[in-house]
């Protein structure tokens, strides 16, 4: 079993910046990738950024060049620092770890990002 928390969620206007933090607890030596998803109201929940064990990170098209993921193992903590952020990133963002040989999904509680003037 795996626990995922997630913080630095908020309101921020066009153009600005935010930091999402996400800890694992439990089982965390068993954790494959991290990412994070997000999900806006009436659309589907889609992935934004993913980073592995060894740090390779990924990022969906609409966000790359403004959005960076990070990791620290250590602290089994991956982060999301999302620059010049626009109204359409606004979501509710969950952060995700894959898990175990069957990389299992487990999945934070989500945090609420506003982007709005």
């Known amino acids: 079993q795996v626990q995922l928390v997630e913080s630095g969620g908020g309101s921020v206007q066009p153009g600005g910046s935010l930091r999402l933090s996400c800890g694992a607890s439990?089982?965390?030596?068993?954790?494959?990738?991290m990412g994070w998803y997000r999900q806006a109201p009436g659309k589907e929940r889609e992935v934004v950024a993913a980073?592995?064990?060894?740090?390779?990170?990924n990022y969906v098209d609409a966000v790359k060049g403004r959005f960076t993921i990070s990791r620290d193992n250590a602290k089994n903590t991956v982060y999301l620092q999302m620059n010049s952020l626009k109204p359409e990133d606004t979501a509710v963002y969950y952060c995700?770890?894959?898990?175990?040989?069957?990389?299992?999904?487990?999945w934070g509680q989500g945090t609420q990002v506003t982007v709005s003037s």
């Open positions: 995700y770890a894959l898990v175990g040989m069957d990389f299992q999904y487990y």
């Open positions: 439990g089982s965390t030596f068993s954790i494959k990738a």
């Open positions: 980073i592995s064990t060894e740090g390779t990170a």
